[in-house]
């Protein structure tokens, strides 16, 4: 099944597969560009590969963070999860265009803002990238509307502290030795440590965290940025343009107490912040994600490259599905992808994991009579765009 549905579909009026519109050509190893550090082929590079191929930024985004961090975790499991295992037989080429802007973004040291339908792949791309450049573990921003910049640089619980530090005075009037907290792993008197040991209650967010000191840039996705409040978007632009920021909480402790232990939004991770300021030694590769549902202002895209992804086609579809289904070779697979594109040609909107839900039904061992299969697929494949019903 593999080989047959990573066929490019064939048209001669310009159309791909169920009239959808032809996709940008896929490139061959043999016409790679020397310059592309990313290949779009899903499989990582070779370790130490991207340090050596990596050029210097340009003089405008070089940033002197330091000292440079340990480098972040892997994440193989959400890998594996969200893009399925990687390929042993063959390479799954992207799109020259999507190769070339996330190359431009690379070398450039720019966001990517990704801009297309929903269900088109838009956030996965982020992880593509991250797994195939070996740059570890996605920090992942999603926004709301209630989301603001402190919350994607950090979180300070001050009440928890204020409560902690009351407890410990409390207990102190009585006589009784202080309770030690979970953290306070040498059962120490944690009460002693409540009214200074601020590290303990700030936490990095997913933006502060990628703008750490490390020697490789952190993938970061802001996911669905359009969902947030008007003002959000130019609350990024110094960010994004000095590549530091500073916790005013650690700010005004800095004299007494000029390195803090924080955490971060990696899984059981630490960092030690120094007076205060965090700044970034090589700036993140930042993907924002948005649905087309408002505009941004200018200032907010001049500081970003911009990418419209196209719906997948049948090429990159039965890629999908071979990613997490590739025991299943077989005619009924091919055939489903096709009806899902005809489906999505004349029902509307539909969104690549819509398939993926279909592709593991006919692989679950409930085989199901025709006109069942038809009314489970009519459930499986609602239109995200009700609206196209009513036209």
């Known amino acids: 099944m593999a080989d047959e549905l990573s066929m490019p579909p064939s048209s001669g009026n310009g159309t791909g597969s169920a009239g959808?519109?032809?996709?940008?050509?896929?490139?061959?190893?043999?016409?790679?560009?020397?310059?592309?550090?990313?290949?779009?082929?899903?499989?990582?590079?070779?370790?130490?590969?991207?340090?050596?191929?990596?050029?210097?930024?340009?003089?405008?985004?070089?940033?002197?963070?330091?000292?440079?961090?340990?480098?972040?975790?892997?994440?193989?499991?959400?890998?594996?999860?969200?893009?399925?295992?990687?390929?042993?037989?063959?390479?799954?080429?992207?799109?020259?265009e999507e190769i070339d802007i996330v190359n431009t973004a690379l070398l450039l040291r720019r966001p990517l803002l990704v801009t297309g339908e929903p269900g088109v792949g838009k956030s996965t791309l982020a992880y593509r990238v991250a797994r195939e450049l070996g740059l570890g573990r996605v920090l992942r921003w999603p926004v709301s509307s209630r989301s603001t910049l402190r919350e994607g640089l950090y979180e300070y619980d001050?009440?928890?502290?204020?409560?902690?530090?009351?407890?410990?005075?409390?207990?102190?009037?009585?006589?009784?030795?202080?309770?030690?907290?979970?953290?306070?792993?040498?059962?120490g008197e944690a009460g002693a440590a409540a009214d200074t040991d601020l590290g303990n209650y700030l936490q990095l967010g997913a933006l502060g965290t990628a703008l750490l000191p490390y020697e490789l840039p952190r993938v970061l996705l802001i996911d669905e940025l359009d969902k947030s409040d008007i003002d959000l978007p130019n609350d990024l632009l110094d960010v994004f343009e000095e590549g530091e920021y500073r916790i005013p909480e650690l700010v005004r402790v800095g004299a007494r107490q000029p390195v803090v232990t924080v955490h971060t939004a990696d899984p059981g991770g630490t960092a030690e912040i120094v007076r205060g300021h965090v700044?970034?030694?090589?700036?993140?590769?930042?993907?924002?994600?948005?649905?087309?549902?408002?505009?941004?202002?200018?200032?907010?895209?001049?500081?970003?490259?911009?990418?419209?992804?196209?719906?997948?086609?049948?090429?990159?579809?039965?890629?999908?599905?071979?990613?997490?289904?590739?025991?299943?070779?077989?005619?009924?697979?091919?055939?489903?992808?096709?009806?899902?594109?005809?489906?999505?040609?004349?029902?509307?909107?539909?969104?690549?994991?819509?398939?993926?839900?279909?592709?593991?039904?006919?692989?679950?061992?409930?085989?199901?009579?025709?006109?069942e299969w038809e009314r489970v697929l009519d459930l499986l494949w609602q239109r995200l765009n009700p609206e196209a019903a009513a036209e």
């Open 20 to 96: 959808a519109p032809e996709q940008p050509p896929r490139p061959s190893a043999a016409d790679r560009p020397a310059w592309w550090i990313y290949r779009g082929t899903g499989r990582p590079l070779a370790e130490g590969e991207l340090a050596a191929a990596l050029p210097p930024p340009p003089p405008w985004r070089t940033f002197d963070g330091g000292p440079p961090l340990p480098p972040p975790p892997d994440d193989e499991r959400d890998f594996v999860r969200r893009l399925g295992p990687v390929a042993s037989d063959r390479p799954r080429f992207a799109d020259r």
């Open 158 to 187: 001050a009440i928890g502290r204020a409560q902690d530090a009351a407890a410990a005075r409390g207990l102190a009037g009585s006589g009784r030795p202080p309770h030690p907290r979970a953290e306070d792993g040498d059962g």
């Open 279 to 371: 700044r970034c030694r090589a700036f993140p590769l930042i993907f924002i994600t948005s649905n087309g549902e408002r505009d941004f202002p200018p200032a907010f895209l001049r500081r970003c490259l911009l990418y419209t992804m196209k719906e997948p086609d049948e090429a990159r579809l039965a890629d999908m599905v071979s990613a997490h289904f590739s025991d299943r070779s077989d005619e009924r697979t091919r055939q489903l992808v096709r009806r899902f594109l005809q489906y999505r040609r004349s029902q509307g909107r539909l969104a690549a994991d819509q398939l993926l839900n279909a592709a593991y039904l006919t692989g679950s061992g409930r085989h199901l009579p025709g006109d």
